[in-house]
């Protein structure tokens, strides 16, 4: 294979690849003052659970990962679909470096975390 041959294979490579980790350009979520009052409880919940570990509102991340866009992304960081019941069981179970917070809460607030979450 030529040199250019080579070279075009290996763009075309780095090419797909940021097209299948999403190279895309998030929107800014909405402002809380134009959430629902269920998203609000939710985002007060993530302020208690969340918020000192994880950034909401930026994709710089903290002590884990930004969550930004968590559901706007098709999986995880973990490599699990990015769907609410993927979600649901980090909530409940944690992860190795993250503890379990969902046994802490009610399932109603665990739905407003969820429905916060879909803002982001």
């Not at 030529?2 to 350009?25: E, N, S, W």
């Amino acid at each position: 294979m030529t040199h250019i041959a080579k070279g075009l294979l290996c763009a075309g490579v780095a090419i797909l690849f940021a097209a299948a980790i999403g190279c895309t350009k998030l929107p800014p979520p909405p402002p809380l003052a134009q959430l629902n009052p269920q998203q609000m409880q939710g985002h007060d919940l993530y302020q208690a659970y969340c918020a000192q570990c994880h950034n909401d509102r930026t994709n710089e991340p903290l002590n884990g990962q930004s969550l930004r866009g968590i559901f706007k992304k098709q999986y995880l960081e973990s490599g699990a679909p990015a769907n609410d019941d993927r979600v649901m069981d980090v909530i409940l179970y944690g992860r190795p470096m993250m503890p379990a917070v969902g046994g802490r809460m009610t399932p109603q607030e665990r739905e407003d975390l969820l429905a916060y979450l879909h803002t982001l």
